[in-house]
């Protein structure tokens, strides 16, 4: 055996044997993903990878709190729904993501190089600084050369490597003739590098080492900062996206991902499931609440050959559903070609930075030029001339002004994240403080879509046991509600016998000898009321009508108060029925409301807003508010609603509650002020520094004092954003 | 002033230290969870599985 081991290369043998281990655990392992909403705490962190241990089958389990995510590897037989079961058991909130969706790796990837580079140029700064110190106290001669031969020999590959990010950026915005804010900070990098060399050559005066090393470093803080806020706004969309894991059951009982469906599969959809395809109902009779789609809050009743979308959820009796058109294919994902072209018209606005560094790079470079030309002319000394264009340079270099917008866009995202708010678009907060109207959809959003029984008073008495105990028996949610309000208002039950649900129908049982019935007017042949109702019929008494009202999402009266009295106009806007829509805007306090609106007519209500000067807020979570949230200016989705809708969304409301709306508006305007304030605050040191420099009396000790000063003030100010939160 | 020729190899090489010791921290992924790590070193449990 130890002849065949001895080989000329151990690795070669080692090598495939290695590979081949990797491959099989790669076969074998299967690794879910789960979300753990509510851990908090060391307890929770064993809690939970002790309850997941103990399942059968999973081999390794480990929680990570900053995420409240846990990854599991476990044998191929585990189903992820006993993992949820057994930690919602223990008392732990689960749910599955979907692993392919969430892609921490790669954007880790990319923070750490970023950390990286922060790194070596913070330590480059640090030495050069101490070195330079010596000369700005009067090293002389020999001694000021040498220090400035070492700080050279640290500082030249440290910006070598710490800085390419900008010159990265710069070089790709010279390749199609613009000029960006990489341009001059990228210029400044080089030529004060440069130019120090070549002054330490010559044995001068002036080195700027240290000013070029604190610029990048300043400038790379801030672009981490930049991108921290995306990244985390980004890992909790992805996760938002991934708590939807797109499977569908067929008839047969076998579980397959939508993607592997084909046309004509026959699926099965239980009650209280959403639809996961388009399709025809081949057997079964349910209802149907199509509210993400249409905006309606009553359900419509399904029966065989009805035609059912994705999306829609199926409420009473199973169904089975013969696939028309699946995934990609499916209405939600043609909603997509009316969104991207509402979206064009977003694209077109600019950024504040971006408008300031559009006059700002010019700017930079022409006065540094003109100072070149004028000391030329003044003294012809090209040496002199260049070191105090290269002074102008490094002085007006936006150092401020790239810490300036991450700093605070940074501290207001971090502020409304914590009041569980998501931005997942960079420019999404200068865009809200731009808000003067904010347009409402109603199902979903300013309602949770859960209906309430409003008139139980008007009830004869002896109908609401009998009404409660048919109740029981069912789980559509108005029977749900119906017991619910019941129960709260202490009513016992009859003793109602033969309970059975006729699915699509009601629920239907014997009191005495007597029939009951609760259920649909059509099936108790009687008249419908113009709101959501439930008839309940005992015996041969005239029907009796339990009505209902939507439940309005929690906070839902506080923001649209709180928007008021900052002075915006709200409006309405539902695809529901005008009874249900007047209704809630009556009890919310709104004055203008639009009933039975097609999702293109909102898209159009929102673009002649636009039209008329209004800057709109669009707050829709249906398919059918896609196109105007697509259309608004700034746009806001609660978590609750649909992939599609979502995604095209500026923000998402993580919480069920509405009311950090109210404070999401008002954050944007005071980090808008703060961006302004940063950017003047930037160009007062510009004032008092550029006739400094242009004078010629900018020492590197000079530029680093401002250079480090704005640098500090511009962070302060934008910290002063979340310090008002703990009030 | 001969003491320089001694003193600031020296002091770059302190710092270049650290240096290493902040890539060594970034390479072993020590910022994936701070949050957890933060919490797990109070439990009185020995952490069985540690992150590979």
Known sequence: MSEVQISACPACVAAPAAEEAAHARDVRDTRFVLSLPAIYCAACISGVERELIKQPGVRAARVNLTLKRAQVDADEDVSVDDLISALTRAGYEAYELDAGAISATETDRKGRAILTRIAVSGFAMMNVMLLSIAVWSGASDVTRDMFHWISAAIALPAIAYAAQPFFGSAWSALRVKRLNMDVPISLAILLAGGMSLFETMESGHHAYFDAALSLTFFLLAGRYLDYRTRSVARSAAEELAALEVPRATLADGTVVSIADLAKGALVRVVPGARVPVDGIVVEGASELDRSLLTGESLPVEAGVDTIVSAGEVNLTGPLVVKVTAAGEDSSLHRMADLVAMAETSRNKYTSLADRAAQVYAPAVHLLSLAAFIGWMIATGDVRHSLNIAVAVLIITCPCALGLAVPAVTTAASGRLFRSGMLIKSATALERLAEVDTVVFDKTGTLTEGRPELSNLADIPPHARGVAMALAAGSAHPLSAALYEAARAAGVEPAPVSDIREVPGQGVEGRLDGMPVRLGRAAWLETQALAQTATYLKIGDETPVAFAFVDHLREGASEAVAALKRQGKDVVLLSGDAPAAVADIARRIGIDAWDAECLPEAKALRVAELTRSGRKVLMVGDGLNDTAALAAAHVSISPASALEATRVVSDMVLLGKSLAPLGEATQVAVSATKRIKENFNIATLYNLIAVPIALAGFATPLAAALAMSASSITVSLNALRLTRFTKR | ?52
């Not at chain 2, 072993?28 to 449990?45: F, H, K, V």
């Open chain 2, 1 to 52: 002033m001969n003491v320089l020729v001694y003193l600031i190899p020296i002091s770059i090489f302190l710092g270049g230290l650290g240096l290493v010791g902040f890539f060594w921290s970034i390479r072993s992924r020590q910022y994936d969870d701070p949050e957890g790590d933060a919490n797990r070193i109070l439990t009185g449990e020995y952490d069985d599985h540690p992150k590979p």
